[in-house]
Structure formats: structure tokens, C-alpha cells
């Protein structure tokens, strides 16, 4: 059984950094790509950046390029999206998702706020 | 140019049929995939490839593409299909694209 299970909520002060971890288990690691998507309150789903579990290899949104790092254990098997220079736009629900086909999985998502 | 364009919202009486589309230049390239999200919950996907169905998916799913448009086709609609609907697309070099979103009302 699939389980993609993400830490839990964060509350960061403007200026800092957040690291959000994204563990799967019940599939072969390295055989899907990690997507990291994130959704402000009341807003859409925005892209943030891909990472090969296998090789390590990542692409980020350019609306993130300079702020935002992923990184992988293989032992664990697990994602991690660290976004730097908080601010209060920042707020949102991250995800780490497969986004694979014909079957994609999703972690439950990771609230955070970033308030002085 | 690099967007997907969603219209905000459209609504259907029950049993009628609701057509979603999502536009842009990237979608005459790349295939589309359709996700369903509830409130309070992870999206879904409904249909990927522009009209495969994942298993699950009701029949009354269903996904067609014509140039620089793809279309989701809820056929029937019903109470429980009232979500909000987003495209997905991922270009050859990896990087991905969300549509704005599209609020589905069933009344």
C-alpha cells in the first residue's frame, strides 16, 4: 500500500526558512519523480519544482529559482523542499506529489504560515 | 506562452453536462491531465494522457483536445462531482504548469 506522508505544520517569522519532508513507502522509491505543489488560502495549485529520487537531478519553478532547495534520501526514502526568505505570500499548503500515470500519489500536505 | 488558461467557474444542472476547457500554446505539445479537489482535501486525477481515465473514475469522466484546447466532458453531472477542477501539464524538460482552476457548481 502507497503512503506518502509529509511532516507537520509550520510557523515561520518573515525572513526565515522552512523545511518540509516528504516520506514514501509501499512503491520503489527512485521510480517516480517528486513534484512539490503548494496552495495559498483560497487559491489554485502552483508548481514548485521536481526532483529524480534516482539521480538526484531537479528543476525548479523560475517564480522560485534562488529560494527554493530539494533534496533526497534514498535511506529513508524521502523529499525535501526547503523555501528560504519567508513572506507572509509564502503562507500555503505545500504538497509533494508524484504527479505519475497512470497512478500519482499525494502527501496529506504541509500547512505553513508565516506571520511576525 | 507558458500558461494554461482555465475559465474561473461554470455551473450545470444535475444530469447535464459540464465541459471544462484549458487553454494554452504548451497544450498543442504536451499532454494534459485533469485533478479534481474537494475542500479541505489533495486533488485527485481524473484523467491524464488529454482522455485516458484512471481506473475508479467514473465513465462520466471523459477528456478530448483540439489544438491548443483540451476539454474535460462531465456527462450527467451529479451533486457529489461539484469541485474544483485544474489542468496539469509537463513540459520535456520537466518543469510543470497548473491552470488557474475551475469552480464546478451542480444545482
Known amino acids: 500500500q502507497v503512503q506518502v506522508v509529509q511532516s507537520g505544520a509550520e510557523v515561520k517569522k518573515p525572513g526565515a526558512s522552512v523545511k518540509v519532508s516528504c516520506k514514501a513507502s509501499g512503491y520503489t522509491f527512485t521510480s517516480n519523480y517528486i513534484n512539490w505543489v503548494r496552495q495559498a488560502p483560497g487559491q489554485g495549485l502552483e508548481w514548485m519544482g521536481i526532483i529524480n529520487p534516482s539521480g538526484g537531478s531537479k528543476t525548479y519553478a523560475q517564480k522560485f529559482q534562488g529560494r527554493i532547495t530539494l533534496t533526497r534520501d534514498t535511506s529513508p526514502s524521502t523529499v525535501y523542499m526547503e523555501l528560504s526568505s519567508l513572506t507572509s505570500e509564502d503562507t500555503a499548503v505545500y504538497y509533494c506529489?508524484?504527479?505519475?500515470?497512470?497512478?500519482?500519489?499525494w502527501g496529506q500536505g504541509t500547512p505553513v504560515t508565516v506571520s511576525s | 506562452s507558458y500558461e494554461l488558461t482555465q475559465p474561473s467557474s461554470v455551473s450545470v444542472s444535475p444530469g447535464q453536462t459540464a465541459g471544462i476547457t484549458c487553454s494554452g500554446d504548451?497544450?498543442?505539445?504536451?499532454?494534459v491531465r485533469w485533478f479534481q479537489q474537494k475542500p479541505g482535501q489533495a486533488p485527485v486525477m481524473v484523467m491524464y494522457?488529454?482522455?485516458v481515465r484512471p481506473s475508479g473514475i467514473p465513465e462520466r469522466f471523459s477528456g478530448s483536445s483540439s489544438g491548443t484546447t483540451v476539454t474535460l466532458t462531465i456527462s450527467g453531472a451529479q451533486i457529489g462531482d461539484e469541485a474544483d477542477y485544474y489542468c496539469y501539464s509537463a513540459a520535456d524538460d520537466n518543469w510543470g504548469l497548473f491552470g488557474g482552476g475551475t469552480k464546478l457548481t451542480v444545482l
Open positions: 506529489a508524484t504527479l505519475s500515470t497512470p497512478d500519482d500519489y
Open positions: 494522457k488529454d482522455s
Open positions: 504548451v497544450v498543442a505539445k504536451n499532454y
